[in-house]
């Protein structure tokens, strides 16, 4: 079973910033937050992952609460080719590491023109 | 080539038939995976190679289902008398390192007549 809870639709306006949820409550230490999103007809795409330090690249932001019971992914400049449904992943590295990644069922991103 | 290539991007089967889809990862990378998406849910996990060997399969829904990746390289998911309820998209998707994320192909969407 997934270990997050997001939610289920989103709208932002273009050119906005674009702030999804997660709640992974029960995160362990090992355990790192993934972000991929699944764009109409294709399949899904990484776009960053994190364990407590906020990070950033070129598609987006994590950002990471203390506690790591929660993160934010940020688009910042949101156009209407990042409509998507967006899975938030927690998956466990290292020693003891899930080899698979297990998706819930996301929150569907609107972009409105 | 730059991306996981799976073959065919669509296919029909009639019930009963056998089918096998392909995957080509991207070269050198160790882990393999195969999802199974239905309409409007998030990607199931089905199985996990590392180079040749088959790790995980517990995803599997039947005996009728059956992957292979003999050389490490290309794998091939089967499914033998084919059913209705197989109707979905079959996801590949390959990784170098525990670390890395995933890059998924764009799918095979088998329809079953």
């Known amino acids: 079973d997934a270990k997050t809870t997001q939610p289920t639709s989103m709208d932002c306006a273009e050119g906005r910033a674009a702030n999804l949820p997660c709640n992974h409550s029960?995160?362990?230490?090992?355990?790192?937050v993934y972000w991929y999103r699944q764009i109409h007809s294709q399949g899904p795409q990484y776009i960053i992952h994190g364990l407590k330090n906020n990070e950033t690249n070129e598609m987006a932001s994590l950002i990471i609460t203390e506690d790591r019971k929660s993160s934010t992914l940020i688009l910042p400049h949101a156009t209407l080719r990042d409509t998507a449904v967006y899975y938030c992943?927690?998956?466990?590295?290292?020693?003891?590491?899930?080899?698979?990644?297990?998706f819930g069922k996301g929150t569907r991103l609107h972009i409105l023109p | 080539g730059a991306g996981v290539s799976q073959s065919p991007r669509y296919k029909v089967a009639k019930r009963g038939q056998d089918v096998a889809l392909r995957c080509d990862p991207i070269s050198g990378h160790v882990s393999l995976f195969w999802y199974q998406q239905a309409l409007g849910q998030g990607p199931e996990f089905l199985t996990y190679f590392q180079n040749e060997a088959q790790l995980d399969k517990s995803g599997l829904p039947s005996d009728r289902f059956f992957a292979e990746r003999p050389e490490g390289s290309v794998s091939t998911l089967k499914i033998q008398r084919t059913q209705q309820e197989d109707s979905a998209v079959y996801l590949c998707?390959?990784?170098?390192?525990?670390?890395?994320?995933?890059?998924f192909g764009s799918g095979t969407r088998l329809t079953v007549v």
């Open positions: 998707a390959s990784s170098y390192g525990q670390y890395d994320g995933y890059t």
């Open positions: 992943i927690v998956r466990a590295l290292g020693l003891n590491r899930d080899d698979k990644i297990i």
């Open positions: 029960t995160i362990s230490g090992n355990e790192y």
